[in-house]
């Protein structure tokens, strides 16, 4: 006998996720969305169709909503469930996920969980952040169905007034919350800088602030997949979601491939995806040309698939577009020297970025199908922009004032090695 949980995309239901008697996941559109004039499909790797997605069609989307390595065997433990059951874990904890995307239990209806939160005192988040590692995303506590993406320990939040609660049930979050990582010193820091200096430079990027719950600091991250609306006039504000899924679930590779050494997407793959689909092509595909040479400079190597999406804004056929997402997840991992130097995607062949120079920046600007004069003179304009915004911005944590000193350091660098 099938399990199944309904599949909801904003408020319409247009779909069911099944277990089938195999154990295998397997996800089919309802007639009635089919039907629908207004219909879209759920991931650009799972177009309209009447038959049936097997396994390994849908894999890569469904699976691809929950979080990775070490935190999902934690959750599946903590929820008594096994690690590779895709569909036992977003029935525990599809409540609240990232786009516009909720799995409930077959028949239960939408309706009754929405706007239902628990604010929370700065005692009690500094106590659920230190929890964090032990019980990644809460799941397992009365109430809350959280899933995000990705191996760091985090979890959402509703963000009013300066109060900071856990949304409840399939109540829509505001902002992303990361907690300090006692391994890695200041990372919080070191987040907030680069995704500064990102808006900084001019390119568009999730608004960030640091802060802190009685001695734990936290990085809280504003949604870019939430969009506040009036619900009336003079009334209390509503929260509408915006679909969006990555790069890797747009493409149906697996969250364990997101790499490209590993089968994951590269950047030849990336930008093709976009040219393909962005509804305003030119400025998606300058933003991420700027968003693959930022990361170069300030070496985040762990830009893989996974940290680039499409934000699929409006609901009303009139009013839908398709675009890049704003950048999110990016830091110096350069910056510590433990971390792998190995980039997530190659640069014109190459994954190492210490060795890479302007002759493998107009290697990739050739198979990315980009002008490779513009790309390579790109990179010196972007390291001159981003030397002038780091000696502009008054930097005062000491860990904050390090890597900014590192990015400057390799943008010096670079603007050399470039007019060689």
């Not at 990085?219 to 990555?246: K, M, S």
């Not at 968003?291 to 839908?320: M, T, W």
Request: aromatic fraction near 8%.
């Amino acid at each position: 006998m099938e399990r199944k949980l309904d599949v909801y995309l904003h408020r319409n239901l247009i779909g069911k996720l099944a277990q089938n008697r195999h154990g295998d996941m397997v996800f089919n559109y309802s007639e009635s969305w089919l039907a629908n004039a207004s219909a879209i499909p759920l991931s650009q790797s799972l177009p309209l169709r009447k038959e049936r997605f097997s396994r390994r069609e849908c894999r890569g989307f469904f699976a691809g909503i929950l979080p990775e390595e070490s935190n999902r065997k934690v959750i599946a433990k903590n929820l008594g469930i096994s690690a590779r059951n895709d569909f036992a874990m977003l029935e525990q904890i599809g409540g609240e996920c990232a786009g516009a995307v909720t799995f409930l239990t077959e028949g239960q209806g939408l309706t009754a969980l929405e706007d239902n939160y628990r604010p929370l005192t700065p005692g009690e988040l500094a106590r659920l952040l230190k929890e964090l590692p032990r019980r990644p995303l809460l799941a397992g506590e009365r109430g809350i169905r959280l899933s995000l993406a990705g191996a760091q320990d985090k979890i959402v939040v509703h963000v009013a007034n300066g109060q900071i609660s856990l949304p409840l049930g399939g109540s829509p979050s505001t902002h992303v919350l990361k907690p300090a990582i006692e391994r890695f010193e200041g990372l919080v820091f070191n987040e907030a800088v680069c995704m500064k200096l990102a808006r900084a430079i001019g390119l568009k990027a999730a608004k960030t602030e640091i802060g802190c719950a009685n001695g734990v600091d936290f990085l809280l991250v504003e949604r870019y997949d939430r969009t506040v609306v009036p619900r009336f006039p003079g009334g209390p504000d509503n929260l509408r979601r915006e679909h969006q899924e990555d790069l890797c679930q747009a493409l149906g590779i697996d969250s364990e491939h997101k790499y490209q050494a590993e089968g994951g997407p590269s950047l030849k793959q990336c930008f093709a995806l976009v040219r393909q689909v962005s509804t305003f092509p030119v400025i998606d595909l300058q933003a991420l040309l700027d968003a693959v040479i930022f990361n170069f400079l300030i070496g985040n190597n762990d830009a893989h698939g996974k940290n680039f999406s499409l934000l699929y804004s409006g609901e009303q056929p009139s009013e839908r577009a398709t675009s890049l997402a704003p950048l999110y997840d990016v830091l110096s991992t350069a910056y510590y020297p433990d971390l792998d130097k190995k980039m997530a995607m190659k640069i014109g062949g190459e994954y190492l970025g210490d060795i890479v120079r302007g002759k493998h920046f107009e290697k990739f600007a050739e198979e990315a199908g980009l002008a490779t004069p513009m790309v390579r003179q790109r990179v010196s304009e972007l390291a001159e922009i981003i030397l002038k915004k780091t000696n502009e911005v008054k930097w005062e944590h000491p860990v904050v004032l390090a890597v900014a000193k590192f990015i400057q350091d390799r943008c010096e660098r670079r603007i050399k090695e470039f007019k060689i």
